[in-house]
């Protein structure tokens, strides 16, 4: 029964394209968040929310929009894909009042051709 | 800004031996940040290792241990025996009180050969 599921796992999309990558989490926190993975530069923040409604910039935002619809819910939007977005995508959800640990699906790997 | 260094990987161990993997922080807009060890295996997502919240105190779990130093601003990870199974990625973070974030180092790939 995970808790934090990703969708789709994997995505090959074309340069120009929309991709819309969703994360469900059944923790009940109330904080999510989108991760890049890269080589040599770990997890880089690209947008949170803390809670449904709202949506935060993080580190690298350009070109990302995120939505949360529900508690349950956030989704990260690249409207005009491009092979730079090329990448690992972690969600995590988490609760605040508990020390900022946070929990991580398993991961999207996108490719942009 | 806040950031995390940690040991540059690749990491090779041969199982039974000892491990340690460096981490230090910077954390000048947090004066006593939250600090964890999360592990990737292959396949699945980051799921947190041992974290402690307290400094001079020591954090375990699965053998490994590491202990929140103030003084030198490090969380090294270390465990006295490695096992095969623990070829992973690891990565030191620090949690960001003023804006709910918690920061990772760039993770340390781990080999233990059998």
């Known amino acids: 029964e995970a808790a934090v599921t990703q969708s789709p796992r994997n995505k090959v999309a074309v340069t120009g394209g929309k991709v819309t990558l969703s994360c469900n989490q059944t923790?009940?926190?109330?904080?999510m968040y989108w991760y890049r993975q890269d080589t040599g530069h770990g997890l880089r923040l690209i947008h949170y929310?803390?809670?449904?409604?709202?949506?935060e910039k993080g580190d690298i935002p350009d070109g990302y929009k995120a939505s949360r619809p529900s508690q349950e819910n956030f989704s990260l939007i690249l409207e005009l894909a491009t092979p730079s977005q090329t990448s690992v995508y972690f969600c995590?959800?988490?609760?605040?009042?508990?020390?900022?640990?946070?929990?991580f699906g398993p991961g999207t790997r996108l490719t942009v051709l | 800004g806040d950031s995390v260094t940690q040991t540059e990987g690749p990491v090779t161990v041969s199982e039974s031996e000892s491990l340690i993997i460096n981490c230090t922080y910077s954390?000048?807009?947090?004066?006593?940040?939250?600090l964890f060890w999360y592990v990737r295996y292959p396949g699945e997502g980051l799921q947190l290792l041992l974290k402690?919240?307290?400094?001079?105190q020591k954090g375990s779990s699965r053998g490994f241990e590491a202990t929140y130093n103030k003084e030198t601003t490090s969380f090294h990870l270390q465990k006295a025996s490695v096992q095969e199974s623990d070829s992973a990625v690891y990565y030191c973070?620090?949690?960001?009180?003023?804006?709910?974030?918690?920061?990772f180092g760039k993770g340390t790939h781990l080999h233990v050969l059998p």
């Open positions: 923790n009940n926190h109330n904080n």
């Open positions: 954390a000048t807009s947090i004066a006593y940040p939250n």
């Open positions: 995590a959800s988490g609760d605040a009042a508990v020390s900022y640990e946070q929990y």
């Open positions: 973070a620090l949690g960001d009180t003023n804006a709910y974030k918690v920061i």
């Open positions: 402690v919240i307290t400094a001079g």
């Open positions: 929310s803390y809670g449904a409604g709202s949506t």
